[in-house]
Antibody, heavy 125, light 107 residues
Framework: QAQLVESGGGVVRPGRSLRLSCAAS????????IHWVRQAPGKGLEWVGV????????YFAGSVQGRFTLSRDNSKTTVFLQMTSLRDEDTALYYC??????????????????WGQGTMVTVSS | DIQMTQSPSAMSASVGDRVTITCRAS??????LAWFQQKPGKVPKRLIY???NLQSGVPSRFSGSGSGTEFTLTISSLQPEDFATYFC?????????FGQGTKLEIK
């Protein structure tokens, strides 16, 4: 069964950095883009960013543009979300989810079918 | 950015009721719209994709309709396990955007 597992969350002080991982298994990883979505405590869902299947293309929400970066290691079927200059408002549960689009230039109708269980990031002094 | 306006933000209903939740997009998104259900402490679960396609394994009492800018999620006969929060998502353009959610509670 296709699976995504996030890790790397924790408590970090404002201004510091953290790297999250999203490890995939039981599906053809190179056929999927990977999104990150976050959810602040008691709040709704916020799309964070996406990386294409080959890692060459990425998009980010305006709230994290310039502070967050995405990369992937297809040999290890893992995507990394590097978060820098963290702020209090980045405190959230971070999920990764897959998207069957082969190019971010063309939206897929089949996206977000599989999600990880999430990893919690708390930014606090 | 495309804004997704979801309504109502909260509602109460009884088992057996027919419920409709609406999402309006600020621009035409064709049918690049998905619906999710989230229960407290759980991962969002996709119910509907491409506006009207039922996710495998999801009960047929759930249905989606719409295209362009107006979309609806309908639950034909509410069951106890359906009390949850529901979100829509447009994934046509970046940044992709979620509706603010509809919390469905027991009357």
């Amino acid at each position: 069964q296709a699976q995504l597992v996030e890790s790397g969350g924790g408590v970090v002080r404002p201004g510091r950095s953290l790297r999250l991982s999203c490890a995939a298994s039981h599906f053809i990883f190179t056929n999927y883009a990977i999104h990150w979505v976050r959810q602040a405590p008691g709040k709704g869902l916020e799309w964070v960013g996406v990386i294409s299947s080959d890692g060459s293309d990425k998009y980010f929400a305006g709230s994290v543009q310039g502070r967050f970066t995405l990369s992937r290691d297809n040999s290890k079927t893992t995507v990394f979300l590097q978060m820098t200059s963290l702020r209090d408002e980045d405190t959230a549960l971070y999920y990764c989810a897959r998207d069957s689009t082969l190019s971010l230039r063309f939206a897929s109708l089949d996206a977000f079918d599989i999600w990880g269980q999430g990893t919690m990031v708390t930014v606090s002094s | 950015d495309i804004q997704m306006t979801q309504s109502p933000s909260a509602m109460s209903a009884s088992v057996g009721d027919r419920v409709t939740i609406t999402c309006r997009a600020s621009q035409d998104i064709s049918n690049f719209l998905a619906w999710f259900q989230q229960k407290p402490g759980k991962v969002p679960k996709r119910l509907i994709y491409a506006a009207s396609n039922l996710q495998s394994g999801v009960p047929s009492r759930f249905s989606g309709s719409g295209s362009g800018t107006e979309f609806t999620l309908t639950i034909s006969s509410l069951q106890p396990e359906d009390f949850a929060t529901y979100f829509c998502l447009q994934h046509k353009t970046y940044p992709q955007t979620f509706g603010q959610g509809t919390k469905l509670e027991i009357k």
